[in-house]
């Protein structure tokens, strides 16, 4: 109930704030210092300006308030693009894309052509503008920006005693001290909950009376929040590879993460076992792989994208699990069959080229994730029975990038400032739910469990295949959710769509 009043709160100061002090757009710049303005009382019409690779985008800066309960306190640039529907006369309205990671670039995925607006179908660019943005603290929307020497140094996730647990908390308070002195303010207000509020105002500052919007990864909580605080306001949602805000702890966390990237692992040895495209076919997949992890922990693995490097067990792993995103597992054969093949580097050989004194570096993932996921450790005595317990559900994927997002929010001020709750959303229209069934980021499990919060109001459209995302996997999963996105035609519960050939 408590969390129930303080979203209504939100709304209600939302709808204000947005009615009397509507939030005016320029087409300055986004703000990369940790200087302020604040907020005017004007509300001029956006300051659209030609951009993207054809010129055929629009790009603008929407100045919004830092601190939505202050909206006339310090501000900052929201960085927004558009491309406006190839058929005016069949004009639906606007779609809102919300990007992933945290650390994508919404505006990116606008201005360009390749991997880029050619995301979205022939049909959704035809009926819609396609307006996307960077988060707040992520790209050109006032990024958060940290001294390069010490982002460098961030130790490995892979904590193996309690000297390095101590280490990488003390490390953890160095770098969000320098990173809040540079950033400003708004490093203490990058969490989704204030995103929510910059969403609002993209669809205020468009003319939208209602938002259709469509989230992928990291966006599917930016639009589950959304439906929560706003569900009036929600013409047509989809969310595309779901999170779950509502697992609780860390090690609940960690758990569902890394048997997802086992799972991927598996299919991919199982592809290879039948399939004489795989260029380790017939060989003892698993056995390289434990010998590759081995010579890379004592570091004579080479580091195939830094000649003369070394490539550390922790880069291995998050190497491997980025191609099962595609997935592309013809690319990793091939990448591990090279290592495989590579003579041994020396002991002892650098692992990165050192930044010059004094450069700076952005970090477009700690300030958001920390802020929204409440996952602390107590000391290395817990952190190491996490890790026993994730390494039985996934002996060959322990350390996959999500034990970094764990690391790396280690002594990070409680409580969050949008921790996990139960979804609770009223009044909000149908929300159209799609994920695979193997999907290594966001696990199938976690869609269900938002579809059943969401209870009549969600619906799940299930890819039977692999990778992360589903949208582009074929004409039934595209088709399907277009229908829904132009029409608000909703598939029947139950429905799925078959793996497209891998």
């Known amino acids: 109930m408590l969390r129930r009043n303080r979203l209504a709160a939100l709304a209600g100061a939302g709808a204000v704030a947005l009615a009397g002090v509507a939030p005016p757009a320029t087409a300055s710049p986004a703000p990369r210092s940790p200087s302020v303005q604040a907020a005017p009382r004007s509300a001029p019409a956006i300051d659209w300006r030609a951009c993207g690779d054809d010129g055929k985008a629009e790009c603008a800066t929407l100045r919004l308030p830092i601190d939505w309960s202050r909206p006339d306190g310090p501000a900052f640039g929201l960085a927004i693009a558009r491309r406006k529907a190839l058929d005016p006369d069949a004009r639906v309205g606007t779609l809102v894309f919300g990007p992933g990671g945290p650390g994508d670039s919404g505006v990116q995925r606008v201005t360009r052509i390749e991997s880029g607006i050619d995301r979205f179908s022939d049909q959704l660019r035809r009926r819609f503008d396609i307006v996307s943005f960077d988060p707040r603290g992520i790209g050109a929307s006032h990024p958060v920006t940290c001294s390069a020497d010490l982002v460098r140094a961030a130790p490995s996730p892979m904590i193996k005693s309690a000297a390095q647990f101590r280490a990488t908390l003390a490390h953890n308070a160095r770098l969000r001290a320098d990173c809040r002195a540079r950033t400003g303010p708004l490093y203490d207000?990058?969490?989704t909950l204030s995103t929510v509020r910059d969403v609002d105002a993209i669809r205020a500052a468009l003319g939208e009376s209602k938002l259709t919007f469509h989230g992928s990864s990291y966006g599917t909580l930016l639009g589950e929040m959304y439906a929560e605080t706003f569900p009036g306001r929600v013409r047509?949602?989809?969310?595309?590879?779901?999170?779950?805000?509502s697992i609780p702890d860390a090690r609940r966390f960690l758990t569902s993460e890394l048997a997802a990237a086992q799972?991927?692992?598996?299919?991919?040895?199982?592809?290879?076992?039948?399939?004489?495209?795989?260029?380790?076919?017939?060989?003892?997949?698993?056995?390289?792989?434990?010998?590759?992890?081995?010579?890379?922990?004592?570091?004579?693995?080479?580091?195939?994208?830094?000649?003369?490097?070394?490539?550390?067990?922790?880069?291995?792993?998050?190497?491997?699990?980025?191609?099962?995103?595609?997935?592309?597992?013809?690319?990793?054969?091939?990448?591990l069959a090279a290592l495989d093949a590579a003579p041994p580097l020396k002991p002892g050989t650098r692992t990165a080229a050192a930044p010059k004194a004094g450069e700076t570096t952005t970090d477009p993932f700690t300030a958001q994730f920390c802020s929204d996921w409440s996952l602390p450790v107590r000391d290395y005595g817990e952190y190491a029975r996490i890790m026993r317990r994730t390494e039985k559900v996934a002996p060959d994927m322990?350390?996959?990038?999500?034990?970094?997002?764990?690391?790396?929010?280690?002594?990070?001020?409680?409580?969050v400032r949008n921790p996990q709750h139960r979804l609770h959303v009223e009044g909000s229209a149908p929300i159209l739910l799609a994920n695979a069934v193997h999907d290594p980021a966001t696990p199938y499990a976690w869609a269900k469990t938002v579809e059943r919060q969401l209870g009549p109001t969600g619906r799940l459209l299930t890819y039977e295949g692999a990778g992360h995302g589903s949208y582009n996997r074929g004409p039934c999963m595209q088709?399907?959710?277009?229908?829904?996105?132009?029409?608000?035609?909703?598939?029947?519960?139950?429905?799925?769509?078959?793996?497209?050939?891998?």
């Open 189 to 191: 207000h990058a969490d």
């Open 236 to 245: 047509a949602m989809v969310l595309e590879s779901v999170d779950d805000h």
């Open 263 to 335: 799972d991927s692992f598996d299919r991919f040895v199982a592809w290879c076992g039948r399939t004489q495209e795989c260029v380790l076919h017939g060989k003892d997949v698993r056995g390289v792989w434990r010998d590759l992890r081995a010579r890379a922990a004592r570091g004579e693995l080479p580091d195939p994208s830094t000649p003369g490097a070394a490539l550390p067990e922790f880069g291995l792993v998050l190497m491997a699990y980025k191609r099962f995103y595609g997935p592309d597992w013809a690319q990793l054969a091939s990448t």
């Open 398 to 415: 322990t350390f996959a990038r999500p034990v970094m997002a764990i690391s790396a929010c280690l002594g990070w001020p409680q409580p």
């Open 479 to 502: 088709n399907t959710i277009d229908a829904y996105l132009i029409s608000l035609t909703l598939p029947p519960r139950g429905t799925t769509c078959p793996a497209q050939q891998q």
